[in-house]
């Protein structure tokens, strides 16, 4: 939402009131379909953290720039806010790779993501270079570095066929069981039932 409040009062700059506003509709969509499987602990803090960031501190944004700022110093303070947003979203995947260090398996970790991010860094970087705003240039630079980063540890630490961590044990494909939620009621296969009742009777 930043980076649209920012183009328009920068103006001439549709290209990126364009990509952000529908990258702020697919947004909208991820927050759903997680709020929607997740469970009520999840949505709870969910829905905390986008009224804390994206009301709240939008809102923080907005009211000084548009009513105590004008001209060049409102561009100048939204420049500089929109850079350490930016940088937020390249830094949140690193989180990742301590769990990949410390598991000695990138299964967990996203390629596709890693890529695509360090693609779009670069895209940005020469779009603001191309427009003399070092406001959308410099901050993909370190995009840049973060995502050549994480997709060096991502082939540092790709083991063909690695299992996930922990204390997992092989299951007879027999007795694998589709559980279905439904509220907060847990429904188990009848089948199961059954053998788990000639179970209990052999003992």
């Known amino acids: 939402m930043l980076w649209i409040y920012y183009a328009m009062v920068k103006k001439n700059l549709v290209i990126m009131i364009t990509i952000n506003t529908f990258s702020l509709v697919i947004q909208i969509f991820y927050i759903s379909f997680y709020l929607f499987y997740s469970s009520m602990k999840q949505k709870t803090l969910t829905i905390k953290l986008v009224v804390l960031v994206d009301v709240l501190a939008f809102a923080l944004v907005f009211f000084p720039t548009h009513f105590l700022l004008d001209g060049k110093k409102r561009v100048q303070f939204l420049g500089y806010i929109c850079m350490i947003f930016s940088l937020c979203v390249f830094i949140a995947p690193l989180a990742m790779i301590r769990r990949v260090v410390k598991t000695k398996t990138s299964e967990f970790m996203s390629f596709s993501l890693s890529f695509f991010l360090t ?40 083991k063909p066929g690695t299992k996930p961590p922990g204390n997992v044990q092989e299951i007879d494909a027999e007795h694998v069981v589709d559980v279905v939620r ?9 089948n199961i039932k059954g053998d788990t009742e000639q179970m209990m009777e052999s003992i």
């Open 182 to 190: 439904d509220g907060d009621t847990i429904i188990i296969d009848e």
């Open 119 to 158: 693609l779009s860094a670069v895209t940005w970087f020469v779009y603001g270079v191309l427009l003399k705003d070092l406001n959308i240039a410099l901050p993909n630079v370190l995009g840049f570095i973060f995502g050549w980063v994480q997709m060096v540890v991502y082939w540092v630490y790709k």
